[in-house]
């Protein structure tokens, strides 16, 4: 069946570096993924999301890119800082029913 | 704006007691309802999701159960909690159609002794 995954539980940066963080899915058919953030004790926050037409897809310091061929996908933040401490989330749907499928997250934490 | 509620915060109930979770949607119509379950340092599973009124679908097998007797109101429930259904709950809304993200509400810590 479709999985989720994530290459890396947890990731240390620098404040001011950049941050990738990557996420493998299995399912050919998924057409619509999103990364949440999500910080203790709260829900997940929508950040950033990209259509399986496109390969990449630029926010505020984030940036999603879509490798479809491996199925892959990165959230890249840039000048990283210590509010973006957090677990990320991806997550993918397929079709329009607006089931999500999430992986197990991936801890990020920025050091000062 | 849309902005959506969910009650209680945190909750520890005795097993064998009933349940009941709420939560509510406010600005917005028609929208797609969900209800996930989060277990500790995981990612979030799929309970149950609605597309309107009286409609409810569940994803997993379990002993809970979900009704949404009102457009922007969602339901969880249980007649007896088991030790496993402790988690992390949380409600989300999306718009009903085409491709969009989730919003959810900052869940429910429910801990069932």
């Known amino acids: 069946g479709e999985s989720v995954g994530l290459h890396l539980p947890t990731l240390s940066v620098q404040e001011g570096d950049n941050s990738i963080i990557n996420c493998a899915y299995s399912n050919s058919a998924s057409d619509y993924f999103i990364w949440y953030k999500q910080e203790s004790g709260k829900g997940p926050q929508f950040i950033i999301d990209?259509?399986?037409?496109?390969d990449k897809r630029q926010g505020q310091r984030v940036t999603v890119l879509l490798n479809k061929t491996v199925k892959h996908l990165s959230l890249q933040i840039a000048a990283t800082q210590p509010g973006d401490s957090a677990v990320y989330f991806c997550a993918e749907n397929i079709g329009n029913a607006g089931k999500s499928t999430f992986g197990d997250g991936t801890t990020l934490t920025v050091k000062p | 704006s849309q902005t959506i509620h969910q009650w209680p915060a945190t909750l520890v109930q005795p097993v064998g007691s009933p349940l009941s979770l709420e939560c509510t949607v406010e600005?917005?119509?028609?929208?797609?309802l969900y209800w996930y379950r989060q277990a500790a340092g995981r990612g979030l599973q799929l309970l149950f999701y609605?597309?309107?009124?009286?409609?409810i679908s569940s994803e997993v097998p379990q002993n809970l159960s979900a009704s949404r007797p009102q457009d922007r109101q969602f339901i969880l429930s249980s007649k007896k909690l088991l030790l496993s259904d402790s988690g992390f709950y949380l409600c989300?809304?999306?718009?009903?159609?085409?491709?969009?993200?989730?919003?959810f509400g900052n869940g429910t810590r429910l801990t069932v002794t």
């Open positions: 600005g917005t119509s028609n929208p797609n």
């Open positions: 989300a809304w999306s718009v009903l159609q085409g491709h969009s993200p989730l919003h």
């Open positions: 609605s597309v309107g009124i009286g409609q």
């Open positions: 990209i259509r399986s037409n496109m």
